[in-house]
């Protein structure tokens, strides 16, 4: 669903923020993405959001060779991947329903799918009672869900997570990560970029680590449960 194939990206002659990464991932595989500050993860997911082009090699998603693809078709791509960032970017003018329908306003689905969709993915993030609610009448972690839930509404193969509990306590950040894991469950491939070793450990899921814009572990970490 997700392939890398000696990929590098590099902005100038002094910053190369990618060296030939390579790694897969499967429909309906959860995975981990981690490393220091600067070690390439944001632009990772740059490219597989066809925000960035790489320099070299190639990117694959759902069998679409991502680097030669035409700026017309970029919206059609992005439509099938869901993203959650880790400061929800949610609009605090208009209700927790309007704010998970926007991506099927967008791309034209008629009123009433809008209106059946939006509510099967509140129901999924437990948020149904809230919809006529103002994000700011949520706590953090019902912000979050509501960043999940527009990701999801329309149901995109691929989902994308960018620091997703950042701003969360540990209990709030378990039960964020058990919905990816739901997701994953029903095929969608999952890919989240955190910084939470601890969280990741407790996950005990595929995790790829950068360092200095290399792929330099790709695997599940050493807990206490697998180390025999």
């Known amino acids: 669903m997700i392939e890398f194939r000696q ?3 590099r902005y100038d002659s002094d910053h190369t923020a990618l060296r030939q990464v390579n790694f897969a991932l499967n429909r309906g595989e959860l995975a981990f993405l981690t490393g220091h500050s600067g070690a390439g993860k944001s632009t990772l997911l740059k490219l597989l959001m066809v925000m960035e082009r790489p320099s070299a090699g190639e990117v694959w998603v759902g069998g679409q060779l991502l680097n030669s693809l035409p700026r017309r078709q970029i919206p059609y791509i992005r439509r099938h991947i869901g993203v959650v960032f880790q400061n929800h970017q949610l609009l605090f003018d208009r209700t927790v329903f309007d704010n998970v329908a926007m991506p099927l306003q967008v791309i034209g689905v008629a009123p009433g799918d809008i209106g059946r969709r939006v509510r099967a993915a509140l129901d999924k993030v437990g948020l149904l009672s809230k919809e006529k609610m103002n ?3 949520l706590s953090g972690g019902e912000q979050q869900r509501v960043g999940i ?9 691929v989902l994308l997570a960018d620091e997703p509990t950042g701003n969360l306590d540990p209990e709030l950040s378990a039960d964020i990560m058990n919905l990816f894991g ?12 955190s910084h939470d070793i601890t969280l990741i450990n407790d996950m ?8 200095q814009g290399q792929l330099v572990a790709d695997g599940r970490p050493r807990t206490e449960a697998n180390r025999g």
Do not use: E
């Open 149 to 157: 839930a527009r990701a999801v509404v329309n149901k995109p193969p």
């Open 204 to 211: 005990n899921r595929r995790t790829l680590r950068l360092d």
């Open 7 to 9: 990929v590098t990206k």
């Open 135 to 137: 994000p700011l009448q």
């Open 182 to 193: 739901q997701f994953s469950q029903v095929g969608v491939t999952v890919l989240i970029a």
